[in-house]
């Protein structure tokens, strides 16, 4: 069936960096922007960034601009964020999501999230 | 940046009352406007996207409306399993933004 499973979450130090992976299955990941959107405990849902289908485009949130980096592979049908220069206010799950094709910015398929805790 | 601000923060109803949601963006987003839904622990999902065309497989209870800055979400006849939290998103502009959502509680 259509899933994606995030993956690479986990404790880090403030300073500290952290690669997360989403692999896709059950549909044609090149067909497909992917974004990655994250939610701090109890709040509400924060876009961070998004790759175009091809992996020539891309963009992040002013928030996590400069220290995150977005990149896929679509050979494994996967999609990564790498994390660095982490700080408290990252501390959140981690979904990655697929976007509509022809529908830029709607998140069709979601994750099932992962947890990043940045914590001295 | 766009800004999305939903009303009220908590809606408490009844199963089998109308629900209605609003979101308000604080610029026009002519219909780039979608609503997902969040159970708790859970992923969000697609319900609604170009502010009234249902996702597939979401039932015909959920209906979405508007268009310019103000936009609804209405749930017709609510189901135990609808009582959750829900977030309108715009993807006029980039950063692409969320409202801080509606929960929607059972009286």
């Known amino acids: 069936q259509v899933q994606l499973v995030e993956s690479g979450g986990g404790l880090v130090k403030p300073g500290g960096s952290l690669r997360l992976s989403c692999t896709a299955s059950g549909f044609t990941f090149n067909y497909h922007y992917m974004s990655w959107i994250r939610q701090a405990p109890g709040k509400g849902l924060e876009w961070i960034s998004y790759i175009s289908s091809s992996n020539t485009t891309r963009d992040f949130a002013d928030s996590v601009k400069g220290r995150f980096t977005i990149s896929r592979d679509n050979t494994k049908n996967s999609v990564y964020l790498q994390m660095n220069s982490l700080r408290v206010e990252d501390t959140a799950v981690y979904y990655c999501a697929r976007e509509k094709t022809y529908l830029e910015g709607v998140f069709d398929i979601w994750g099932q999230g992962t947890m990043v805790t940045v914590s001295s | 940046e766009i800004v999305l601000t939903q009303s009220p923060a908590t809606l408490s109803l009844s199963p089998g009352e109308r629900a209605t949601l609003s979101c308000r963006a604080s610029q026009t987003i002519t219909n780039y406007l979608a609503w997902y839904q969040q159970k708790p622990g859970q992923a969000p999902s697609l319900l609604i996207y170009d502010a009234s065309n249902r996702a597939t497989g979401i039932p015909a209870r959920f209906s979405g409306s508007g268009s310019g800055t103000d936009f609804t979400l209405t749930i017709s006849s609510l189901e135990p399993e609808d009582f959750a939290v829900y977030y309108c998103?715009?993807?006029?502009?980039?950063?692409?933004?969320f409202g801080q959502g509606t929960k929607l509680e059972i009286k």
């Open positions: 998103q715009q993807r006029t502009n980039w950063p692409y933004t």
